[in-house]
């Protein structure tokens, strides 16, 4: 079972998108700004049909930039894509053959080898398959004209066609290096996105769940639990809070539930336990997991004491605080809003504690109370009946 969170965002998506309009974009300038370049060099030299594929191609692209504007760019990149592809196919077939003056092959045709970087870059979005077969299609024109697989003379005669060609070949590798810097741009852009993300992500987990537990999660991406032997549960209540809760504002509840519980955190993070979760005015910690600690009873009886001398000097709450002792599973559950919890014999019985207990008192099972009995004062309470229980040792711990 793996976790919709480690899963791709639709935020990746989006800056796919954004980033391909914005290549797209930066391409129909390119184009407008080199297509008009050779366009006047083909009128001036009187090639009309070349000059009239060419003006053709500058307004496909102007035309690109409009629909990109009116907020369609992935119909865009189809216009670019396709019309830079005719006119390169119908170029080379214009002017790729020897000739009477110059017997050797033209160099448009080295464009099908821009094409193939072009389209992967655009269709990220196809398969695999179909993007590596567009672009071996793509090569292979460059093969078939380079060599002379594909022969003929060309159909329009070019003057100063080695200057062409010079040019032709420099424009090829400009933008050859250009795609390619483009790729380790946006590769490097990805990486520093992934690794923030990554970042905030584990920053995320490690709030809400104990660090070695949060590790585990990242690096196994499935539920899990394990068993404790030795280890301790309190549950904190507030007394009377629902009476409370009904006489007051929605918003001053919260607040003043996120005050107390703040501290409570702050008094849990100092003592270097594991909280567990809230559940409206209940509070739960544990002692001894995910890491192990002999200390584990002793040190949740002073959390609770402390508990108590924090609701007392700032806020009007009185708690009822249960601990008890033994062994419990724990482990994180859940798919898409999971949460590192415990279950067993152990939680239940240490929330009979918090529930039979006193306002402001520590109240303890047996079982906590023989692990802690020669370090903390402690009043036998005798055997008191618990829900669902029946009778059980209980202890109040003397402050």
Not at 61 to 88: D, E, L, M, P
Not at 276 to 290: C, E, F, H, Q, R
């Amino acid at each position: 079972m793996e976790y919709y969170i480690f899963q791709e965002s639709s935020k990746w998506h989006e800056f796919r998108n954004k980033r391909v309009t914005a290549f797209v974009r930066f391409s129909a300038v390119l184009l407008i700004i080199g297509g008009s370049v050779w366009a006047t060099v083909f009128l001036l030299q009187q090639l009309y049909l070349i000059f009239a594929l060419a003006l053709g191609l500058v307004l496909l692209a102007c035309y690109s930039i409009y629909i990109i504007q009116r907020g369609n760019g992935k119909y865009s990149k189809h216009v670019i894509f396709i019309s830079v592809t005719a006119y390169f196919l119908f170029a080379s077939t214009f002017l790729d053959g020897p000739d009477n003056i110059n017997k050797e092959q033209g160099t448009v045709h080295f464009w099908f080898i821009v094409l193939a970087i072009f389209f992967y870059y655009l269709y990220y979005d196809l398969s695999p398959l179909k993007r590596d077969f567009v672009s071996v299609i793509l090569l292979a024109f460059f093969f078939l004209f380079h060599f002379n697989y594909i022969s003929f003379s060309p159909i329009v005669h070019v003057e100063h066609r080695d200057l062409i060609n010079q040019i032709t070949m420099l424009t090829v590798l400009l933008c050859t290096l250009f795609l390619t810097r483009q790729f380790a741009v946006q590769i490097t852009k990805a990486e520093v996105a992934i690794t923030e993300s990554a970042d905030r992500m584990q920053g995320l987990l490690e709030n809400i769940l104990p660090k070695s537990v949060a590790d585990r999660l990242t690096k196994e991406k499935t539920s899990f639990a394990d068993s404790f032997t030795e280890c301790s549960v309190l549950f904190a209540d507030i007394s009377g809070f629902t009476s409370w809760s009904e006489k007051h504002d929605p918003s001053e509840v919260a607040d003043r539930l996120n005050e107390i519980f703040t501290k409570f955190d702050e008094a849990v993070e100092r003592s270097s336990l594991t909280k567990i979760k809230t559940n409206g005015d209940s509070y739960m910690v544990v002692a001894g997991l995910p890491e192990q600690r002999k200390d584990h009873a002793s040190a949740l009886i002073l959390l609770g004491l402390e508990f108590h001398v924090i609701a007392e000097q700032d806020s009007n709450f009185k708690f009822r605080i249960g601990i008890n002792s033994g062994s419990v599973a724990a482990g994180v559950i859940g798919k898409k809003r999971f949460i590192y919890d415990l279950w067993g014999d152990t939680v239940n019985t240490a929330s009979r504690m918090e529930s039979s207990g006193e306002i402001g008192r520590v109240n303890i099972s047996g079982s906590t109370y023989e692990i802690v009995k020669d370090q903390f004062n402690c009043e036998y309470r005798g055997k008191v009946k618990a829900k669902h229980k029946g009778e059980i040792d209980m202890y109040f711990v003397l402050q």
